[in-house]
């Protein structure tokens, strides 16, 4: 059974560095056609995708977030990580960790997809 | 970044009401379509993957269907543990992106 266990300060002060750490547990970080990734959620909202490291080390981040954001991994601890520059307020939200990957249909057409999260954390930017 | 657009925003049903919900996104997205329940204090749960197959372990009463850019999750025989919120969610493009959500409420 593949878990995700998000783990990192719940509080930050603005214009630090948020950094949150994802330990994998019961799949390979480094093997298959998976992409980390971090989604957050903003208190009683939706859901905005932050970014992904994939099993081959590439990342994609979210545009809107590419300017102060870092992805990476750990394959050793299989843990992957994530860190949020020059934080505000409108950066405090649950974060998650889940993994994606693809899923096909019975014609075999595929499509990434959120298979496994972490259980979220909320992280809270204030002075 | 492209759009998803749910509607409605919430609903309110009883148990054993057959519940519809769409989604539109701002461009075709082919198949790349997934859905997912999210109960309080929990993490999202996948229900639906490739517009319409089903995730091993979720109950025959959902499911989805559509192509392109319109989308519709149903949900049949609606229970107790249905009253939830849902999302769309495509990985055709990144920023892969979601809907707003739809809240299931009971009536």
């Known amino acids: 059974q593949v878990q995700l266990q998000e783990s990192g300060p719940g509080l930050v002060k603005p214009s630090q560095t948020l950094s949150l750490t994802c330990a994998v547990s019961?799949?390979?970080?480094?093997?298959?056609?998976?992409?980390w990734s971090w989604i957050r959620q903003y208190p009683g909202q939706g859901l905005e995708w932050i970014g992904y490291?994939?099993?081959?080390?590439?990342?994609s981040y979210n545009p809107s977030l590419k300017s102060r954001l870092s992805i990476s991994v750990d394959t050793s601890k299989s843990q992957f990580s994530l860190k949020l520059s020059s934080v505000t307020a409108a950066d405090t939200a649950v974060y998650y960790c889940?993994?994606?990957?693809?899923?096909?249909?019975?014609?075999?057409?595929?499509?990434?997809?959120?298979?496994?999260w972490g259980q979220g954390t909320l992280v809270t930017v204030s002075s | 970044d492209l759009q998803l657009t749910q509607s409605p925003s919430s609903l309110s049903a009883s148990v054993g009401d057959r519940v519809t919900i769409t989604c539109r996104a701002s461009?075709?997205?082919?198949?790349?379509l997934n859905w997912f329940q999210q109960k309080p204090g929990n993490s999202p749960k996948l229900l639906i993957y490739?517009?319409?197959s089903l995730q091993s372990g979720v109950s025959s009463r959902f499911s989805g269907s559509g192509s392109g850019t319109d989308f519709t999750l149903t949900i049949n025989n609606l229970q107790p543990e249905d009253f939830a919120t849902y999302y769309c969610?495509?990985?055709?493009?990144?920023?892969?992106?979601f809907g707003q959500g739809t809240k299931v409420e009971i009536k």
């Open positions: 019961g799949a390979s970080i480094s093997s298959g056609i998976n992409y």
């Open positions: 490739v517009a319409s």
């Open positions: 889940a993994r994606a990957t693809y899923f096909y249909d019975p014609t075999d057409y595929g499509t990434p997809t959120f298979d496994y």
């Open positions: 461009q075709s997205i082919s198949n790349y």
């Open positions: 969610q495509q990985s055709y493009i990144t920023p892969w992106t």
């Open positions: 490291i994939s099993h081959s080390g590439s990342t």
